[in-house]
């Protein structure tokens, strides 16, 4: 479709396509109370809808036998529910947008007092940045899947999200491979449903945590949880932050669907109940296709190559009575790119690149089982097994003088993955929880890379393997509240390599204690650790002998001292220090080498590695928010810090990603456009970004011409910092409710002023001079949503 087609049919859908609007439009609100440790449903709590301006209460009603409850007619708009019962901390669920189109599921966790009285009812304040996981404490927060869809630029994309909040910056614009706290981006772990799965992100590279597109789905996602630090002992494998990843499912009483159309391609969702037997289920499922050549036709420079994407998301829920629950869940992407290059070698000395015609593909996806059930009254087990797996593919020629083409670099790595979990939740009484688990992987790989040897002008293999290995981790970890005003989680997590016999054992604490109602202090330490990317163990000499075999894990001691308090008109003010001591950190065995793997973004390295690098990220995080009130949010944060590693030299040098300092504003409005029934809202959302750029090693100009190739001066590693960073994103929402029908017509404008950001540096050996990578131009990104 062209994009001149395209722009028209959508605002005439907006405006024309629809019945006309009714007034006072309604909707349905349901859900679930549980017992937010052991997940038993709380029978008679109190559920009511309450006026979001003075707190007064509309409606209510009661959950049944099995914690279910439903409040009809519900004005469409964002509303408050509360949500309590007789010795347990109520619940407070603010800013719940209700659309004419859906029906609103909510699954209210409720948490159980100490106080030994159960006639009361516990009035607490409502914490909307608290974890979903009560075990983390620190360094954590929620966030909501509007919040993924309301902020400037953030796409549906919670990495881009994350983006917003202190210590958390983007790597590149052109991807969503995200810093946290100065580490290198791989050391993110993403989790599903309680299981660990692939890097879930379109154009990603191996060994990555990011890509160009995220593959998760927003018609998918529910609340989920985000983690920068002193991770509580149930996470393994990661150095840097969690995103915790939870699954709202169907609706389960009737259909509904979803269809959205931009420029980034097109999405269909549909959801709705089936039977099994007796019981009543609910799947959901969506479906998205998209191209990145109708951005070129809109005039946005993306490059000459053809790019495309399409996934696939899905949950299925599936009681089964006394035999507990079960959830059939999944997601999988395929992305592809081409760039032909061009046989014109005048256009070569111009832009280079042009002569490298290539092809890439990144493929990723996984599909998991849970069983869930209660057993007694106060133990609660979730069992998993899950199979993933993700190929990549790149193929790399070089033009000739009589236009040829000359492989010069062939990839193909392929990782498959079975997993098999179990995690059991007792609770012994409202003090004291325990939580414990193990999970075992089955990973096989099939690895090959060639490159091309200048010298002996021939194709060299770099990695040639394939095989299977095994990792296990098994964690346990208690929590004990005294009172309800502090709160102690500890825990060990193990994680064992077979590969190599690599062994950690990571003890893992954390404390809160509420000075007042408004006010609270938190402590963290946490030992973490995580191993290499699979491939640089297997990367081989050139007689085919394995230079890596015995690489340990890399391991970080994390420290963290938090202070949290509520301030007046639905806002709070968050100030954490962290400081975090990196060991057994892999650098080069090469003297003068100054490699280490804490400045690796991706990929497989192809060097001789040893255990002896150690690095420190340590730094100041301020955070003033103000929770969305009357139509308005704000979220400042501001980090100071200091990344920095040691060589093989035992030389002490600032990392790539020692960005130094990073100031985010997030904010927005909305506005009801109409006075009788909130049938249409206008909102206004930006983000504004500042802050230090990425680090590079300085390129030996005249070295760099005798040899015709970049040379680098490896003495000053990283000693070069690119330009200070600025960007503003802006973004527009105009959404329309109509009788069982809503409309959302979004325009994000990322990079709003154009802005020439300079990414790194490189040597043009046609110009023979030195010249910048600069990140992404002004970039529209048009959609319109339509739910039913």
């Not at 790399?396 to 990839?411: F, T, W």
């Not at 390599?497 to 202090?521: D, F, G, H, T, W």
């Amino acid at each position: 479709m062209k994009i001149k087609i395209l722009l028209p049919v959508l605002l005439a859908g907006l405006f024309f396509a629809c019945p006309l609007a009714a007034q006072n439009l309604t909707q349905t609100v349901k859900g679930v109370a549980v017992d937010k440790n052991i997940k038993t449903p709380l029978v008679g709590a109190t559920v009511v809808l309450l006026d979001p301006q003075n707190g007064a209460v509309l409606q209510g009603a009661m959950t049944d036998a099995d914690g279910r409850f439903r409040l009809n007619n519900v004005p469409v708009g964002r509303q408050t529910i509360r949500v309590s019962y007789l010795g347990y901390k109520e619940a407070v669920l603010s800013n719940l947008v209700v659309n004419s189109g859906k029906e609103l599921e909510l699954n209210v966790e409720l948490e159980e007092s100490v106080l030994e009285s159960k006639e009361v009812v516990i009035r607490a304040r409502a914490e909307k940045d608290k974890p979903l996981n009560e075990f983390s404490t620190v360094s954590a927060r929620t966030f909501s899947v509007e919040e993924t869809q309301r902020y400037a630029a953030a796409v549906n994309d919670p990495a881009r999200m994350a983006s917003s909040f202190a210590g958390v910056v983007i790597g590149s614009d052109g991807n969503n491979t995200i810093v946290i706290r100065g580490n290198a981006p791989n050391g993110l772990l993403w989790r599903m449903e309680g299981v660990d799965i692939p890097n879930p992100n379109h154009f990603s590279a191996v060994g990555s945590s990011g890509g160009g597109i995220s593959i998760l789905s927003a018609q998918l996602l529910a609340n989920s949880d985000f983690m920068t630090g002193a991770f509580a002992a149930e996470y393994g494998n990661a150095l840097s932050g969690v995103f915790d990843l939870r699954l709202r499912k169907g609706n389960s009483e009737k259909f509904e669907g979803t269809l959205q159309a931009g420029v980034l391609g097109l999405d269909a969702a549909v959801e709705g109940p089936f039977r099994i037997g007796k019981q009543t289920g609910s799947f959901l499922v969506n479906y998205r296709y998209s191209t990145l050549s109708l951005l070129s036709r809109m005039g946005v420079n993306i490059g000459d190559g053809q790019t495309d994407f399409q996934d696939l998301s899905f949950n299925v829920w599936m009681p089964a009575g006394k035999a507990g629950t079960f959830t059939l869940f999944g997601m999988g992407g395929l992305s592809s790119q081409e760039i032909p290059g061009i046989t014109d070698s005048i256009r070569w000395q111009e832009e280079f690149w042009k002569k490298y015609p290539n092809t890439y593909l990144a493929n990723t996806g996984i599909v998991g089982l849970t069983h869930s059930k209660i057993w007694g009254s106060n133990t609660y087990v979730k069992t998993i097994a899950a199979f993933s797996g993700m190929k990549n593919g790149f193929q790399l020629d070089e033009y000739q003088p009589d236009y040829s083409a000359r492989r010069i670099q062939d990839q193909d790595f392929s990782q498959t993955k079975w997993t098999v979990s179990s995690v059991l939740n007792h609770k012994f009484n409202a003090r004291n929880v325990l939580r414990a688990g193990v999970y075992v992987n089955v990973l096989n790989f099939d690895f090959a890379q060639y490159e091309w040897d200048d010298d002996f002008e021939f194709l060299r293999k770099e990695l040639d393997n394939s095989g299977r290995t095994t990792t296990v981790n098994a964690f346990a970890q208690w929590q004990l509240r005294p009172t309800d005003h502090l709160t102690l989680n500890a825990g060990l997590h193990s994680f064992h390599v077979p590969l190599n016999a690599q062994q950690s054992v990571e003890p893992r604490a954390a404390l809160k204690y509420a000075l007042s109602p408004r006010q609270s202090i938190s402590l963290g330490y946490g030992l973490h650790s995580q191993m290499q990317p699979l491939g640089v163990y297997y990367v081989q000499d050139s007689d085919g002998r394995d230079l890596n075999p015995d690489l340990d894990l890399t391991r970080a001691h994390h420290f963290v001292l938090s202070f949290d308090q509520s301030l007046p008109g639905n806002m709070r003010f968050k100030v954490e220090t962290y400081y975090q001591s990196i060991f057994d950190a892999p650098v080069s065995r090469e003297a003068g080498n100054t490699f280490s793997m804490l400045n690796n973004v991706d990929g497989f390295v192809y060097k001789p590695l040893i255990n002896d690098g150690l690095g420190r990220n340590y730094g100041l995080e301020l955070t003033v928010e103000k929770f969305l009130t009357r139509g308005l949010y704000f979220l400042l944060s501001s980090s100071t810090y200091k990344s920095e590693y040691r060589d093989n030299a035992g030389v002490w040098r600032s990392s790539r990603f020692d960005g130094r300092f990073a100031n985010t504003l997030t904010a927005g409005k909305e506005w009801t456009l109409e006075r009788r029934g909130k049938n249409r809202v206008l909102g206004f959302n930006l983000k504004l970004v500042q802050m230090g750029g990425l680090r590079s090693t300085p390129i030996d100009l005249e070295a760099s011409r005798l040899a015709g190739e970049a040379v680098y001066d490896l003495s000053r590693a990283y000693s070069d910092q690119m330009p200070g960073y600025f960007r503003l994103d802006v973004g527009f929402r105009l959404k329309r409710n109509y009788e069982r029908l809503t409309t959302t017509l979004s325009l994000d404008i990322q990079n709003t002023t154009n802005r020439k950001n300079v990414f790194d540096r490189f040597y043009d050996p046609e110009k023979e001079e030195i010249k910048y990578f600069y990140q992404t131009p002004l970039i529209p990104v048009l959609s319109y949503r339509v739910e039913f």
